[in-house]
């Protein structure tokens, strides 16, 4: 939070340090967060955000062993794709805005990760978890075009992990909700996007399963399209339209 009666830092110097530690977030998963949150500072920084800025780099000092590790000997497969989302509530101070953030393994490695402050300010902890599920749905699709380039099929179905309840409700049952019906449509179309593009290639059609595992409370969102489907749905638009 900025706080005008606080001294003011070097601003050349805070800018060269976040754009340091801006590119070691491309190797250090585990630093999106902080370094995102004092990202947010990057004009007219304090003497407090220059602070928070050096304890990081003591992190990084101290955890210079750390880093992205991608085991040998897997097959030439993306086996099993998997996300995980999450996102504070009404985290930033100031804006009243949440955070969201994910993260993408591939074969249990990590390929792709992200967190970024939400554009719009979300009215309950579920809103804010569907806004991030939305926003993780779009890298699914993104990423499941980039396998298919790289000539590297997923064997099983995108699996995007999300721990709210509510929030898994309502994708279940996505329909005016007196709380959830001022959600932009644009969410919703981004979760329908990954319900249509992301499909399993040795599959039936059209499942969506949400499993409830109980040890660790996490919720799996398995989302498949299979082919038998499409083809019946092509055969139906056929016979409509001839």
Known sequence: MQDDSEKDADETKFKQIISSLRFLCNSRPNLAFCVGV???????????????????????????????LFPIGRKKTAEEITGYTNSDYGG???????????????NDAPISWCSKKQQVVALSS????????????????WIKELMEELKLPSVKPIQLKIDNVSTINLVKNP???????HIEI???????????????????????????NKNRRVYLLNIAIYLKFQILIIKILVIIFT
């Open 126 to 141: 579920c809103e804010a978890e569907y806004i991030a599920g939305s926003f993780a749905a779009c890298q699914a699709v």
């Open 186 to 212: 644009k969410f919703h179309e981004n979760l329908l996007l990954l319900v249509q593009q992301i499909f399993h290639e040795n599959g039936l059609n059209f499942l969506l399963l949400f499993e409830k």
């Open 175 to 181: 329909i005016s909700h007196g709380r959830s019906k």
């Open 92 to 106: 930033d101070p100031m804006e009243r805005k949440s955070t969201s953030g994910y993260i993408f393994m591939v």
């Open 38 to 68: 004092i990202s947010r500072f990057m004009s007219k920084p304090k003497e407090s955000h220059m602070q928070a800025a050096k304890r990081v780099l003591r992190y990084i000092k101290g955890t210079v062993d750390y880093g992205v």
